[in-house]
């Protein structure tokens, strides 16, 4: 497994290889917020609050949001598509945003929906929809995703939860 700190320094644990980091690059940040394998293992991508991201190993840079001029501070998670050839991020209020073959199928200020306490997003293993989990356990479901249950519909009241992971 891998750990990576607030400023892209990545460590590398067991049979998870190292294949770089921001500080090795020279780059100072101290806003990555997730780290993403790629689904061979030899790479993975960071990403921060800015919606900056950064490729390593056999991870391929597909865009990111200061590269299309977007001024956010509020990207909190990433998920890959299933072909490693795309990604979504998602920010703290449901905003999701897709890069390479990563299909957008939907997001909470385009339903309406005002939250600020989305923690992280999930793709479905078709890549044809995800999950958005808030910290309240709070589940939003957008294209194949399906909807099973969340805490608050089963009457439970929590305020830290801090990420999601489908199977």
Do not use: E, Q, R
């Amino acid at each position: 497994y891998w750990l990576v700190g607030s400023d892209g320094g990545v460590f590398a644990f067991g049979d998870a290889s190292f294949h770089g980091s921001l500080p090795a690059l020279g780059v100072h940040v101290n806003d990555i917020v997730a780290i993403v394998p790629t689904s061979t293992g030899k790479g993975y991508w960071l990403v921060g609050s800015d919606g900056g991201v950064f490729a390593f190993g056999d991870a391929l840079f597909h865009g990111s949001l200061p590269g299309l001029g977007a001024h956010v501070h509020n990207i909190v998670g990433m998920a890959s598509s299933p072909t490693g050839n795309g990604y979504w991020l998602v920010g703290s209020d449901g905003g999701v945003f897709a890069f390479g073959d990563a299909l957008f199928h939907g997001s909470l200020p385009g339903l309406g929906a005002h939250v600020s306490n989305v923690v992280g997003i999930s793709a479905t293993p078709s890549g044809k929809g995800y999950w958005l989990a808030g910290a309240d356990g709070g589940v939003f479901n957008f294209g194949d995703a399906t909807f099973d249950k969340s805490l608050p519909g089963l009457g439970v009241t929590v305020n830290n939860i801090i990420g999601l992971a489908s199977t």
